[in-house]
């Protein structure tokens, strides 16, 4: 039997915590800043986890992380 393959652009974006969640950084914080309220940017600017319903298919495209 064939190894899987990792999703590359998966595996860059997100990262699979100890406790089993996926862990990912918000986008929109590259260009076209100063647009956006100093709140928006502070939000953006820590790390959030992806949904309970959207975790498996994330581990999927991720069988060896």
């Given at each position: 039997?064939?190894?899987?393959?990792?999703?590359?652009?998966?595996?860059?974006?997100c990262?699979?915590?100890?406790?089993?969640?996926?862990?990912?950084?918000?986008?929109?914080?590259?260009?076209?800043?100063?647009?956006m309220?100093?709140?928006r940017?502070?939000?953006?600017?820590?790390?959030?986890y992806?949904?309970d319903?959207?975790?498996?298919?994330?581990?999927?495209?991720?069988?060896?992380?």
């Open positions: 039997m064939a190894k899987t393959k990792t999703h590359k652009a998966t595996a860059k974006r990262s699979i915590t100890k406790g089993g969640k996926v862990k990912f950084n918000h986008i929109n914080r590259r260009h076209k800043l100063g647009k309220t100093s709140k940017k502070r939000q953006l600017r820590c790390n959030a992806i949904s319903s959207f975790t498996p298919i994330v581990k999927k495209l991720m069988p060896y992380a």
